[in-house]
């Protein structure tokens, strides 16, 4: 099993900028796809943004052209930049792999395209 954890969550204002990282215990993570998703109280799971073992990505449109993810394939370490953040981007930021598919040139979209999950890192935006 894939250990993953995430760091970098916090408390900022609306308008301001944070990055959260999710580091990987694997040999390598290279060949797999990651993804964030974002989970409020009382709702669903949902993706921000994924991205595949080459660099492809898809994104929510509620975070187009604000958030950023990234992959450092030597760092075994995915980041998600999150520019211009707003109160309704508070929530619980989790990482995932997906480690049945190797070299998949798709980028994942619903948790069910992730078989391994890190345990979350808090994001709150105050307006």
């Known amino acids: 099993q894939v250990r993953l954890v995430e760091s970098g969550g916090g408390w900022v204002q609306a308008g301001e900028s944070l990055r959260v990282s999710c580091g990987a215990s694997?040999?390598?993570?290279?060949?797999?796809?990651m993804g964030w998703f974002l989970q409020a109280p009382g709702k669903a799971r949902t993706l921000v943004a994924a991205?595949?073992?080459?660099?492809?990505?898809n994104y929510a449109d509620s975070v187009k052209g604000r958030f950023t993810i990234s992959r450092d394939n030597a760092k075994n370490t995915m980041y998600l930049q999150m520019n211009s953040l707003k109160p309704e981007d508070t929530a619980v930021y989790y990482c995932?792999?997906?480690?049945?598919?190797?070299?998949?040139?798709?980028?994942?979209?619903?948790?069910?395209?992730?078989?391994?999950w890190g345990q979350g890192t808090q994001v709150t935006v105050s307006s």
């Open positions: 995932a792999l997906d480690s049945r598919k190797k070299y998949y040139s798709r980028a994942g979209y619903t948790p069910a395209d992730f078989d391994s």
């Open positions: 694997l040999g390598t993570f290279t060949p797999y796809g």
């Open positions: 991205i595949t073992w080459s660099g492809g990505t």
